[in-house]
């Protein structure tokens, strides 16, 4: 059953060799026996061919890291989002970051490429590493949370943590405090990988203060679409640096970066503010983070729509609520018609910086505008704040309500457009909506991104995430998917200048229309560093046909 899929990728290779009905003869043993191929390749005509040579190299080296098997090729055939099936042509167990480049070097020079995926920890929601007819790159085989695992923190004046793109943030996190450290930026869910989400942005409620993730690198190894390994800064081929945060895969495979650290508190003290008006709420959270005030006071912004009153249960698994504030939160849902909001504001602190937080704390809360009553505070273990998703998700497994489909979508609204995005979707199509799964928004400053990057922002100083968190325990991932479609044609309809995180188009038109401006160098820079389209097909940005 395998045998077929690796031809597709391995028979276009065979043009270059003399005896292509005695390779195609051999096939199937090759995928057992290397020495085959190694045999078959020094028969060439052209000996001397830097392609030949190539050919021989990967039949040694790389050769037996690939596997058609189904029993290894049939688990990457979902993703977190559960929401379709495609089984990779092959699935590559690469020892070191040179195994990957030889093996897209090797695509790359052939007359008939391969197109080539990369899968981290698999938290892709719509297919983003699927590869039904080419290589997927595992890679968790580079070794993670281990002894000898590539992550190393550096202390100093200026701490990082340079680390292999496999390895999840985790365990970055819990290398650096063995140091005191921390990563300055950390998404709610600590288990995706550093190239994944370095791919993407990296976004939470901690963005306001030091950007997202790909703010916050200082140098990156990338293997480009030709094979080449190159090591990029700000200062040093900067131009592929630039490309690669926030690219989508399209430009290369990260297989290290150089993460910016800060020094770690030991504790958290977690505020919860209820608001019924959306006006108060977005005004106490764009105060909130503000650049010019009370940076010292929280490090951490976030916030939460509950659309109905089975919602409250959910909020309650993590920030810990006596039965009596349960109950009043409950009341307030159920007799107000329409969504209750709430702020999650998250100060971290320690023996040193105690003393002054009660009253910093304080003070602040005398000049917002929540629900008078409905203000909801407990301490807890910065860990344990940090990972917070993670113990979520040791309950759920066991219930079966981990492993479903993810419809999500994400999406970033720009200031002056959020007010009627809430009225339209959270007031109006969303209103009483019971689907599990939280609704988030919370703002960002955009002075915190770099729009040399490729992530993709509105244009405007703040604009805020809106996150549709659905989990369709119910089998309801149809009416989601469509409720999400609902969504977008209101953002579009009424010209609210959306931009989606986590994007999924299937046509360049729209694609053109995400990137914007960017476009253009976006398309250039795809030219250049993968010029034949092998990276990250699931994208569905390129194909061959339409980068030529």
């Known amino acids: 059953m395998g045998i077929p899929r690796l031809s597709s990728i391995i028979l276009p290779l065979t043009i ?61 055939a979902t993703d977190f989002g559960n929401l379709s099936e495609s089984t990779p042509g092959a699935v590559f167990y690469p020892s070191s970051p040179e195994d990957i480049a030889a093996l897209i070097r090797f695509s790359h020079r052939s007359p ?3 197109p080539i995926s990369q899968r981290g920890a698999g938290h892709s929601m719509y297919g983003q590493t699927f590869v039904p007819d080419g290589v997927l790159i595992d890679m968790s085989s580079l070794g993670r949370g281990q002894v000898g695992s590539r992550i190393t923190v550096v202390d100093g004046p200026v701490p990082y943590a340079d680390a292999g793109g496999e390895q999840l943030w985790i ?8 140091l005191g450290l921390m990563p300055r930026t950390l998404t709610d869910y600590l288990y995706p990988t550093i190239g994944g989400t370095l791919s993407n942005a990296g976004i939470s409620g901690r963005a306001f203060k030091h950007g997202p993730q790909i703010s916050n690198v200082y140098e990156l190894d990338v293997i480009t679409g030709t094979g080449e390994t190159v090591t990029c800064s700000r200062e040093m081929n900067s131009d592929l640096y630039y490309a690669a945060l926030g690219g989508l895969g399209q430009f290369g495979v990260i297989t290290r970066a150089q993460i910016a650290l800060e020094p770690a ?14 006006k108060l709420l977005m005004k106490d959270q764009e105060k909130l983070i503000s650049t010019e005030s009370n940076l010292s006071v929280f490090d951490f912004v976030g916030g939460e729509v509950l659309l109905s009153v089975r919602k409250v249960a959910a909020i309650s698994t993590a920030f810990k609520l006596s039965e009596n504030d349960k109950e009043k939160i409950t009341r307030l849902v159920a007799e107000y018609d329409g969504p209750v909001y709430f702020i999650d504001a998250v100060a971290y602190y320690d023996d040193i910086t105690v003393p002054s ?17 409905f203000a ?28 479903v489909p993810h419809p999500w979508l994400d999406l970033f609204v720009p200031k002056s457009k959020v007010l009627e995005f809430t009225s339209r979707v959270f007031e109006g199509i969303l209103n009483g909506n019971t ?6 928004i919370f703002p960002m400053n955009r002075t915190m991104w770099d729009d040399k990057m490729s992530a993709v922002t509105p244009n405007e100083e703040i604009f805020y995430a809106v996150s549709l968190l659905w989990s369709a325990i119910a089998n309801d991932s149809i009416i989601l998917t469509d409720l999400n479609n609902e969504v977008v044609s209101i953002c579009e309809k009424y010209h609210l200048g959306c931009k989606k995180y986590l994007p999924r188009y299937t046509n360049q ?23 034949k389209a092998l990276l990250s097909p699931g994208q569905r940005i390129f194909t061959p046909l339409e980068l030529n």
């Open 171 to 178: 365990d970055v996190l819990n290398a650096a405090l063995k």
């Open 16 to 76: 270059l060799l003399t005896y292509t009905s005695f390779v195609l003869s051999l096939l199937p043993e090759a995928l057992q026996t290397v020495d085959i191929f190694s045999e078959t390749c020094s028969s060439t005509t052209d000996p001397q061919s830097s392609l030949t040579t190539d050919f021989d190299n990967f039949s040694k080296s790389i050769f037996s890291k690939i596997t058609t098997d189904p029993a290894a090729t049939l688990p990457f």
């Open 357 to 373: 937080l009660d009253q910093n704390i304080k003070s602040l809360l005398e000049e917002l505008h929540y629900i008078s009553g």
């Open 435 to 440: 689907a599990a799964g939280p609704v988030l």
């Open 509 to 531: 038109e729209d694609w053109q229309k995400q990137f914007g401006e960017k476009w253009s160098e976006y398309v250039s820079r795809k030219k250049k560093y993968d010029p």
């Open 265 to 278: 508190r030991k504790m958290s003290r977690w505020v919860r503010l209820f608001y019924t008006d959306v």
């Open 376 to 403: 909801f505070s407990f301490d807890m273990p910065l860990f344990d704040f940090l990972n917070r998703l993670y113990y979520q998700e040791l309950a759920r497994r066991p219930l079966g309500l981990w492993l």
């Open 112 to 114: 008939k490429p391969f």
